[in-house]
Nanobody
Framework: QVQLTESGGGWVQPGGSLRLFCVAS?????????MAWFRQPPGKEREFVEA????????LYADSVKGRFTISRDNAKNTVCLQINSLKPGNTAVYYC???????????????WGQGTQITVSS
């Protein structure tokens, strides 16, 4: 069973940038997993952010983050990243890394989830 550990969250002023990291350990070969990021704003439902295919050449984006958020993966380092630019207060949320070896899409039906990392955007 794969374990996912996120890092890189924190407090940032509006307009700032952060880079989130998710390191996978255990389970199958990392390159066999589809990877994704979801987020849960305070008091709201969890929502899809971005996903990436096994080889990294097929990304999926939520319309709300397109152009500001970029997902990438390094299969040699068992790592997926989320570069977040031009942060807004509405981006405040717990960000979760997810993995699945057969599910790829915007639904939260991924099998494996990290513990989440908090991003707070405020002045």
């Amino acid at each position: 069973q794969v374990q996912l550990t996120e890092s890189g969250g924190g407090w940032v002023q509006p307009g700032g940038s952060l880079r989130l990291f998710c390191v996978a350990s255990g389970g199958r070969t990392f390159s066999s997993y589809y990877m994704a990021w979801f987020r849960q704003p305070p008091g709201k439902e969890r929502e899809f952010v971005e996903a990436i295919s096994w080889t990294g050449d097929v990304p999926l984006y939520a319309d709300s983050v397109k152009g500001r958020f970029t997902i990438s993966r390094d299969n040699a380092k068992n790592t997926v990243c989320l570069q977040i630019n031009s942060l807004k207060p509405g981006n405040t949320a717990v960000y979760y890394c997810t993995a699945d070896d057969h599910c790829f899409g915007v639904s939260d039906e991924y099998d494996y989830w990290g513990q989440g990392t908090q991003i707070t955007v405020s002045s």
